[in-house]
């Protein structure tokens, strides 16, 4: 047992304390309770916004979201979905770095070959979605009604004299033009037996016209309507490339269908055609006094005296975005440097909110993932498969998810069905321009139009078909995505 000693000196200050009276607690020094400091992201993300669980948001230090931001940030929420969803028992960034499995057995095999499939998928996907935003950017860029800057009816558009004659403001609105679109992945059987979903949102995707360089020019013949394209790319007869040691000819040419010399056709490439010695390096852009140098003798495109037909056109599509993205490189290398540090730190934080979220850690049992784009009716790309059924179910389900909790009824109210989380990516600056619907037809606007004449028909025919253009509906990715057991991996 313990004792305790006591000294004088103890006793003292023992009495002492005891006959002084107990000090007042507004007299006690107390220490304010210190508050957390906010970053600025954090303070940009909580402005105006409800957290909820099921809706992450993601701001980000970029004025607008390039085509290449944004396929980063589509692909980093897939990455984090799989994973979160129970769809591989890895992240999928480990998936590769496995070692390959041993033994000859049949279960081995079948182990090895569902990773490769699920690996070429995820490497199909990846070297899709850039292609595809850009495409969308310069489908976007089309709407007269939404974006009626960019499809104006200035000189500098229409190449009929040099960017700096052109106001400022034309360039200034083709850099700053931005709208929403939305990305959906699906985990289920189908799309619409679907076990979980996981909707992607980016506010602030840049809209730019097809051509548009990083100086404010436009590309030539990227306006037209591709007539003329057709007739300058040697239609009928084989254009040959300055500098490249392959021939472009028509495919219908090739095929001996007996096509007319008028008719257009696909492109293929002859390969062994070598070009003479003395051409020329990879001819200069064209420019509108150049169009149509090498009509008389298209067969003699390749030489010396025709660089400028030496090029590929947008052959006859209406919409150039149809058959020509990919081929005209819009400045991305150059931005996707500026841009690398803000997409790094937009992962990053995307990474983290989903991992601390409690919504979207809610495991699946491995099954197909789908992924679902919202895009016009117009666009075009070689992966994407209209799906316009699912328009009216996902465009509420929209609606009903990402709306404003602070301004609806039930704030955070979930929708029924298979559970939904969210991410919004918001960028600074002004906020994106909202669809706006067509105006109204009235007996007095048609009349003034003159409907009921040859000339009002048409007018209202090219209004229909550019509305149904425009018209928002999802578009399904056409390749397969099969979650991985951990047992299939072993």
Partial sequence: MPFAVYSPENIAASESSADSPPSSPATTPTTAPTTPAISPRCTHALAGN???????????????????????????????????????????????????????????????????EFLSAIDLLTSHLYTTFLALSWTLALNKLRFPALSSDCAHAQQKSPADSCPSACTELFKTEKSKVHLMLVFGPSISTAKARCILELDGLEVVPYGLKEDGTILPDVYGDGENAGRESGEGKGTKIAGASTRVQPLAESEGNGKKEGERGSLHVEPGTETSNNEPGPAPPPTANSEGA????????????????????????????????????LGAAERSQHDE??????????????????????????????????APRRFKHPSWLPRQNYTVTFDALLESHLADPASASVPGKKSRGAPTEGVRVVSRGPGSRDEPTAPASTPEREEKQGVNGDEGQDSRAAQEEEEEGNEMIWWQWNGKLVGLALTELL
């Fill in 50 to 116: 409800i957290e909820r669980d099921d809706l992450a948001t993601i701001p980000i230090e970029t004025d607008a979201i390039s085509p290449m931001f944004a396929s980063r940030l589509a692909l980093t929420l897939l990455q984090n979905a799989l994973f979160l969803k129970g769809q591989v028992p890895f992240p999928v960034t480990q998936l590769g770095r496995l070692p390959p499995t041993t033994g000859k057995s049949s279960a081995a095999t079948r182990a090895l070959k569902k990773r490769t």
């Fill in 294 to 329: 090498g009509d008389d003798n298209p067969s003699e495109a390749g030489s010396s005296s025709a660089p400028s037909s030496s090029r590929l056109s947008a052959l006859s599509s209406p919409h150039p975005v149809a058959t020509s993205f990919g081929f005209v490189n």
């Fill in 341 to 374: 540090k803000a997409i790094r730190a937009a992962e990053r934080l995307m990474g983290l909110k989903l991992t601390c979220s409690a919504s979207f850690g809610t495991e699946v049992a491995p099954t197909s993932t789908f992924v679902l784009l919202r």
